[in-house]
């Protein structure tokens, strides 16, 4: 049997690495086996699902193969949308597994060698699409029939991802332009979003499709495609996907409709009207404003009211309004940004700017310093003490439009009632109802305040301004590093530990920053500038854990390192700490990444972890054993050797591949 898989060389075709892997080693006349093409693509790049959508064209390959052997069609896993502008395409992308069922006659002759060309031919698309080939060949055996245990697990990956032919029944009616789908008896706890047709011109891909349920069935609607112009087909396939990313396929008969029963889930578009989501948006941005995220940044509004409740009516007008316009301003930039990435394809929603750890540490660091200068802790002179005092203190018009932004970033984690209904309606609708139902969402958020300076009864009950308010302005000081707590804890779900690390830093580079800008000379300034512009590189360079490069491991102990090598299998250990900066740094350039993930599949090596953060006798003997009083240790036994080989501290990618190959 081959120790290795049966598996082309992987070939780089330009933004593509493309492979072919067998689940048999050595085929024997008259059988079936599968032949995988393994499609790995550069981040951000794609390639097109067997029906492209409204443009593109389908991965194709060409066989040539040894007479007597014969190709099936592509077997195709799951598709999603992609989006280019008005345009959507069916794509695939990341890693992508298309197997093909070869057969073979029994008249074929075992004592002929055997290759199997096959000649790959896609386009990959990014901000723009390129055609890309390659030629690959694959030997096989051929004589008794051998199993090949790495393919074969590859395989049956690759078929496990394949949606399976259901017996439910389906029906499509096209009337005019509105195509309709219904579809009944589907599979017990299998509830679909999303419906993909097989074949290309039935559908219109780039219109809205939308969803209804009922106590028997399912139903999509959408707008009919160029297809149904001529002849129409008597029948054809689709996909369907639930929200699991799993999927069926369905028959659908032309002409034939079924009864889905009474509705309990009407369609998301039909569940609600223009007006009412303008009214619960505006509901919502008044309820908004009790919300606990928004509290530390209203309060400072209120703070800024009192100081100019006694004072001009025309400035406290002129506040009022320059804060409405923050809040409008704000919503309105950012339901441009939601329509846009809508546009190009990206699944976003309320708060996704939230979703972004290098944002998540600004906001973070922001609240701190802007709770800092609460406490009194900094003025900076000049016009940067004129910018930050009015930012968090003042009562001028600049001030009130800051704080309107402010108020909108920190208030999108929070969804009032009412808000749910009428952002998804929103969301799901053309380009000026988004706009026209976040501008009312921004109306309401800002009312109460516009309200406030309008009305001079409610203003004269307020305190007179006086010392109360200097420590007020320092109490409200700790709502602001609740706030920025809060986003640590965020970031570290988000970047992990490497990411709060980086957020800390920025934090220290921070106030040393500011303790600089303090002192006199022009060196202490300089260096501080420089030491707040670290402050601000350190969480824009946060980037999120990315979860399907991090290792699956085993906790290590000398007893599973004899059975896994028992098993046939190499071992990989790795004794660190949470407090070993060494260990951290390999982890994050070598050990958490794709292509040592990759690498401990290929050569099916185990993975154990030796965890020392707490005191642990056990560990520490292991680590005396081999000489070392610290970690990082990294070991790599063979299924053969008792004594494992001990790599370098410093850990690099190509160390690990030799020790492993």
């Not at 400035?315 to 301003?329: Q, S």
């Not at 799901?428 to 109802?433: L, M, N, V, W």
Request: aromatic share 10%; hydrophobic share 50%.
């Amino acid at each position: 049997m081959s120790v290795f898989a049966r598996e082309t060389l992987p070939l780089d075709t330009g933004r593509t690495e493309i492979s072919l892997i067998s689940d048999y080693d050595t085929v024997a006349p008259g059988q079936d086996f599968t032949v995988v093409l393994r499609m790995r693509f550069d981040p951000d790049w794609y390639t097109y699902w067997r029906n492209p959508g409204d443009s593109g064209e389908p991965v194709m390959i060409r066989w040539d193969l040894p007479e007597g052997f014969t190709a099936g069609d592509i077997q195709w896993p799951v598709p999603h949308i992609k989006w280019t502008g008005p345009i959507a395409s069916y794509a695939l992308d990341e890693e992508v597994l298309l197997p093909v069922t070869i057969s073979i006659a029994d008249t074929v002759d075992p004592s002929v060698p055997v290759t199997l060309d096959a000649h790959a031919l896609f386009l990959v698309c990014a901000d723009v699409c390129v055609p890309e080939d390659g030629k690959l060949s694959l030997v096989m055996g051929l004589g008794e029939a051998e199993i090949d245990p790495e393919g074969s697990d590859i395989i049956q990956v690759a078929q496990a991802a394949i949606p399976k032919i259901v017996s439910a029944k389906g029906g499509v009616v096209s009337q005019g332009e509105a195509l309709t789908f219904d579809l009944i008896e589907l599979p017990a706890g299998f509830e679909p979003l999303e419906i993909y047709p097989n074949v290309r011109p039935v559908l219109a891909h780039s219109e809205p499709v939308t969803r209804t349920l009922g106590e028997d069935g399912f139903r999509f609607s959408g707008t009919s495609g160029y297809g149904w112009e001529d002849v129409a087909p008597e029948s054809f396939a689709a996909t369907l996907v639930d929200a699991d990313g799993e999927g069926v396929v369905v028959n659908f008969a032309v002409g034939e409709s079924f009864n889905i029963g009474p509705v309990t889930q009407p369609s998301a578009q039909a569940s609600i009207g223009f007006f009412a989501a303008v009214i619960g948006a505006f509901i919502g941005g008044l309820i908004l404003n009790l919300m606990p995220c928004v509290f530390p940044i209203i309060s400072l509004k209120a703070l800024s009211l009192a100081k100019t409740a006694h004072g001009e009516r025309s400035a406290t007008r002129r506040a009022g309004w320059a804060y409405t316009t923050g809040v409008l301003v704000s919503l309105a930039v950012f339901a441009l940004v939601l329509i846009g990435l809508k546009a190009a394809g990206t699944s976003v929603g309320w708060g996704f700017q939230l979703q972004s750890p290098w944002l998540v540490g600004l906001l973070a660091l922001l609240l701190f310093a802007i709770g800092l200068n609460l406490l009194g802790v900094y003025e900076i002179g000049g016009r940067l003490q004129n910018i930050g005092n009015d930012t968090v203190s003042k009562s001028g018009p600049f001030s009130s439009f800051l704080t309107g932004v402010l108020a909108v970033i920190v208030a999108t984690p929070c969804t009032a009632p009412f808000m749910a209904g009428a952002v998804g309606y929103a969301l799901a609708s053309s380009a000026f109802i988004t706009l026209a139902v976040f501008l009312a969402l921004g109306l309401g958020f800002a009312l109460p305040f516009l309200l406030v300076a309008y009305m001079p009864g409610l203003l004269a009950r307020l305190p007179k301004p006086g010392t109360w308010m200097d420590t007020f302005k320092q109490f409200l000081a700790f709502p602001m590093f609740a706030a920025a707590i809060w986003l640590v804890w965020v970031l570290s779900l988000q970047a992990g530990a490497g990411g709060v690390l980086k957020l800390l830093l920025g934090g220290l580079a921070l106030t040393f920053g500011i303790w600089l800008l303090r002192r006199k000379g022009n060196v202490a300034k300089l260096i501080g500038i420089l030491a707040l512009g670290l402050s601000i590189y350190l969480p824009v360079s946060v980037r999120a854990v990315d979860g399907e490069a991090v290792l699956s491991s085993q906790a290590w102990s000398a007893d599973r390192v004899a059975n896994l090598q028992a098993e046939g299998r190499p071992v990989f250990v790795d004794f660190t700490a949470a407090w070993c900066v060494t260990c951290k740094v390999n982890e994050g350039l070598v050990l958490n990444t794709r292509k040592t993930k990759a690498l401990l599949e290929r050569t099916d090596t185990a993975f154990l972890v030796a965890d020392w953060t707490n005191k642990d006798d056990v560990i520490a003997a292991e680590l005396k054993r081999f000489g070392r009083a610290g970690v990082p240790l990294y070991l790599v036994y063979t299924p053969d050797s008792a004594d494992p080989e001990i790599l370098p501290q410093i850990l690099t990618y190509d160390i690990l591949k030799e020790a492993l190959e």
